[in-house]
């Protein structure tokens, strides 16, 4: 099993769409649809409403690409309206999705992008697993994504540590 895509459920989908298109690289596949429009997402109506078990749903959608055909889906609800989360839930060690993790190259000029484009980062620097170099940084509305470089020759799967 493979994964299929990953929704964001988002406070403002255009502020979404500028970072994960205009920094990170996504490209548009269906983009800023309001639903209940069954050309949107290929549902809507009472099945939009039986998803969400609300009555007259409507949220604004974003369906991005990266290149290397990872899915991306970015949610705004609009009726009932978006509620956002304290920055604490969205973040250790509160349950749930919490992190968005993309594997890139050249971490370093990516965390000064990051940086220079007025994100929080989760630490000051680019840190180091026996495996990769990463850093964390928060969307606007508090959403975890990791950026991830691979040490050459090196994955996950030759990770030593202990074994559950």
């Known amino acids: 099993m493979r994964y299929h895509h990953i929704a964001l459920y988002v406070s403002d989908v255009d ?3 500028r970072l ?4 990170l690289g996504f490209s548009e596949v269906k983009v800023d649809r309001i639903t209940p429009n069954p050309e949107a997402v290929g549902i809507g109506g009472s099945v939009l409403d039986d998803i969400f078990h609300m009555k007259d749903c409507k949220v604004r959608s974003v369906l991005l690409k990266s290149s290397e055909g990872s899915y991306l889906e970015l949610l705004q609800p609009l009726s ?3 509620r956002t989360l304290s920055p604490e839930q969205c973040r250790f060690p509160y349950t749930g999705i919490k992190e968005l993790g993309l594997e890139v190259e050249n971490i370093d000029a990516w965390f000064a992008r990051i940086k220079a484009a007025g994100y929080e980062t989760q ?3 680019v840190w180091a697993t026996v495996t990769f170099r990463s850093f964390q940084f928060f969307d606007a509305d508090g959403n975890q ?3 991830c470089e691979n040490k050459p020759g090196l994955s996950f799967e030759n990770e030593t540590g202990p074994q559950g």
Not at 20 to 23: N, S
């Open 15 to 17: 502020e979404a769409y």
């Open 20 to 23: 994960y298109r205009d920094l």
């Open 80 to 82: 009932p309206p978006v």
């Open 123 to 125: 630490t000051d620097y």
């Open 145 to 147: 994504v990791q950026l």
